[in-house]
């Protein structure tokens, strides 16, 4: 909890004030509700751009391949299972964040509002986290799957089977540093905002019964 919110708590909790000062009080824990919410909201929306930016590189990079290599079956075998991989990801990506990046809390929204407002992005903001913790269990292994197979159909990488140390190599880096990548992307741009969400929330009910 924030001091200042335990500053303004402790100011209503002395006595019954009058209703003017009530209601300036009331205003001062919404601006610095709006404000802590705000935070978090920069924080996802971070996310949100790049992973717009790394969904486009992903689909640009795979329709590519396919159109150059379109009469070699076994890279559009790679390509379809990165499309295949992808999508269902795009469209939950779509349909939970795209809502908690437009969705502005106004200062001047009631009390109930504003509880309403932020459980509602929390739940959407945990939802969508507990189904990135799953794709990204799968999506890495076979996102190197597919990198390592296309830089073997580029030549970048010799065949595995003429040389499959360079691939197994270079496909264990791949997940390394998508593991690393991913573990700080969660802890920061996930773990951390909820947790304060939550708290916001929990400021949120305490203030009610205080109110």
Same mark, same amino acid.
């Given at each position: ?25 009331? !205003? ?17 929306? !971070? ?102 197979? @296309? ?34 992307? !969660? !802890? ?17 009910? @305490? ?5």
């Amino acid at each position: 909890m924030s001091t200042d919110w335990k500053m303004l708590q402790a100011a209503w909790q002395q006595g019954t004030p009058p209703a003017s000062s009530r209601a300036v009080q009331a !205003n001062e824990l919404r601006t610095l509700v709006a404000a802590r919410y705000r935070r978090e909201q920069r924080r996802v929306g !971070n996310y949100v751009v790049g992973s717009v930016c790394w969904q486009t590189i992903v689909y640009a990079a795979l329709s590519y391949m396919a159109l150059r290599f379109r009469t070699d079956p076994s890279t559009l075998a790679y390509c379809g299972l990165g499309v295949l991989l992808y999508l269902p990801f795009t469209v939950v990506f779509v349909r939970q964040l795209r809502g908690y990046t437009r969705r502005h809390l106004a200062d001047s929204a009631s009390g109930a509002a504003v509880h309403a407002h932020i459980v509602e992005q929390y739940e959407a903001l945990r939802q969508f986290f507990s189904f990135k913790k799953r794709f990204d269990l799968i999506a890495t292994p076979v996102t190197a799957l597919v990198m390592v197979g @296309l830089f073997i159909r580029l030549s970048w990488v010799p065949a595995f089977s003429a040389s499959p140390t360079p691939s197994l190599l270079l496909g264990g880096l791949i997940v390394g540093i998508f593991a690393l990548a991913l573990r700080w992307e !969660n !802890n920061h741009q996930f773990a951390g905002p909820l947790q304060r969400l939550y708290a916001l929330r929990q400021d949120l009910d @305490l203030s009610k019964t205080h109110g």
